[in-house]
């Protein structure tokens, strides 16, 4: 089985400071691990993935996030907060064994900036 | 930028109709799936559908639910008979590599039971 934590439904973070949004994942094989966005009223946009290779990756809007396997988790962060960073974030992750499809998400953080 | 869009964007029903959520793939994608959000709760995952036929479904798509390719553009999923559990926001996603590629979801069906 495979599952996300995202332990804190709320994040609040003054703009310009860094910003993190934690997870933790659990799966029986290598995981594949993805952040995804939703601002109000509108889909799931894609921010960045883990596949193999550098814990470190980095994605769209200045995100990144470093896997790490030993704690079983992968943290989006940012240096630099903005104020259009508010939304809801969520972690996702689909064990890499052959012929599951299923993509399993966390409950979602909303991270909140403020001015 | 290509993107998933659907159909309609929100749509209200009376328990016990049948409904039909439209989607619109990426063009070249090969993979479809749908997810839904219960309000203020997480996305879960309800089917895959690769090559004309569903690849996984989860628990919660029982037989009320059934999902269909028509034409080589449309993705459609049908819920034979709606329940008031069924209210939630249905998001259709699809992706073009069969193992690493990242999901692109469409805006949402908001769907309500009454």
């Known amino acids: 089985a495979q599952s996300v934590a995202q332990p804190e439904d709320q994040v609040n973070v003054a703009e310009g400071n860094p910003l993190t949004v934690k997870c933790t994942y659990s799966v029986s094989g290598n995981p594949y691990l993805f952040w995804y966005v939703q601002y109000p009223n509108r889909g799931l946009q894609f921010l960045l993935k883990y596949i193999t290779g550098d814990n470190l990756v980095k994605g769209s809007y200045g995100f990144e996030a470093e896997f790490n396997k030993s704690q079983t988790s992968f943290h989006l962060k940012k240096p630099s907060a903005l104020v259009s960073d508010s939304a809801l974030y969520f972690c996702?992750?689909?064990?890499?064994?052959?012929?599951?499809?299923?993509?399993?998400f966390g409950t979602g953080t909303r991270l909140t900036i403020i001015p | 930028e290509p993107e998933v869009t659907q159909t309609p964007s929100h749509q209200v029903t009376q328990m016990g109709q049948e409904v039909i959520l439209r989607c619109v793939p990426i063009s070249n994608h090969l993979y479809f799936y749908w997810y839904r959000q219960i309000l203020g709760q997480k996305v879960e995952f309800l089917v895959s559908f690769y090559n004309n036929e569903i690849s996984e479904k989860s628990e919660i798509f029982d037989d009320q639910f059934s999902v269909e390719r028509p034409d080589g553009s449309n993705f459609t999923l049908k819920i034979r008979s709606t329940k008031l559990e069924d209210s939630a926001m249905y998001f259709c996603?699809?992706?073009?590599?069969?193992?690493?590629?990242?999901?692109?979801f469409g805006e949402g069906s908001r769907l309500t039971v009454l």
């Open positions: 996702a992750v689909r064990d890499s064994n052959f012929g599951n499809e299923k993509l399993t």
């Open positions: 996603a699809s992706k073009r590599d069969s193992n690493t590629g990242e999901l692109f």
